[in-house]
């Protein structure tokens, strides 16, 4: 039985006994979103990361939700990319068409790839043009607190150092607040060129979603997560705080473990 509480200010916690619990989890929840957005505005506009996000969620891929999911009204975007052809292993992209998109009756052009023809500065620039324009034909919401695109899911990882899309900790890129989308050339992690969403667009959502999984990210968990006191500064995964979205932690146990138990009930 998974455990499920809401933090006071981190948003709700889903913590799972194992990885198929937790993905079939993932999966109810993202048809769900998917359903009331299509409901409710006719579109879903979900943006993806990379990382192990891509595999827990091959669920979508099997029944019931193959058949369930109104997938021709999904419009994907990618919340960061790496600085490389799609067609490399490194590639968001192509783990996500590998897992995911080539298995599913998702309409080819609604999907929203970076241009991986561009350097890292002019794809962020492209991108968020791209953006702009659907913003316009309200394929994506809008913020009605800011100018920001609204999408109605970001799925998120976190990597063992807390960074969340190409957010990694104590970079410049976590102030940026001018620009919807932006890029690093230094990335601490290889490869060094991405393009990532900023913070604001982000917070900027409908619903957020961090699937973390493994005892390796469990120290960052309790530091993004639980009340550790100003010693620590900010890891990016903590600077998710959705400005009137809903955010949601999908854990399995070992990430999970190092949590103040003391907040959570059955």
């Known amino acids: 039985m998974a455990l499920s509480e809401v ?9 799972h006994e194992n990885l198929d619990e937790l993905g079939t989890d993932l999966a109810d929840y ?6 009331a957005s299509v409901k409710e505005r006719g579109v879903f506009a979900i943006a ?27 419009y994907i975007f990618w919340a960061d990319e790496r600085g ?19 298995k599913v009756p998702i309409v080819p052009s609604h999907v929203h790839s970076i241009n991986d023809s561009l ?3 002019e794809a962020a ?29 970001i799925l998120l990882g976190m990597g063992a150092d807390g960074h969340v899309a190409s957010l990694f900790p104590n970079h410049p890129v976590l102030d940026a607040n001018n620009e919807w989308v932006t890029f690093i050339t230094n990335s601490p992690k290889p490869p060094p060129e991405r393009i990532t969403f900023t913070l604001p667009v982000i917070n900027s959502a409908s619903n957020v ?8 990210k469990a120290e960052a968990v309790h530091l993004a997560i639980d009340d550790v006191g100003p010693d620590h500064p900010p890891l990016p995964a903590r600077m998710v705080q959705p400005t009137k979205g809903k955010l949601v932690w999908f854990l399995d146990k070992l990430a999970a473990s190092k949590l103040d138990s003391s907040q959570f009930s059955e």
């Open 125 to 153: 620039n492209d991108y968020e043009f791209v953006i702009r324009q659907l913003v316009r034909t309200r394929t994506i919401s809008v913020s009605d607190i800011s100018d920001s695109p609204k999408f109605d899911l």
């Open 119 to 121: 350097s890292a500065e």
């Open 84 to 102: 490389v052809a799609k067609t490399h292993a490194d590639s968001n992209y192509k783990l996500a068409k590998d897992g995911l998109l080539s």
């Open 209 to 216: 979603a961090v699937v973390v999984a493994g005892e390796d």
């Open 48 to 74: 993806l990361s990379g990382g192990s996000l891509i595999g827990l969620m091959g669920k979508l891929c099997e029944a019931p939700y193959n058949k369930t999911v109104d997938w021709a009204k999904w």
């Open 30 to 35: 993202i048809a769900e979103l998917s359903e």
């Open 7 to 15: 933090h006071k200010d981190r948003g709700e916690l889903r913590i």
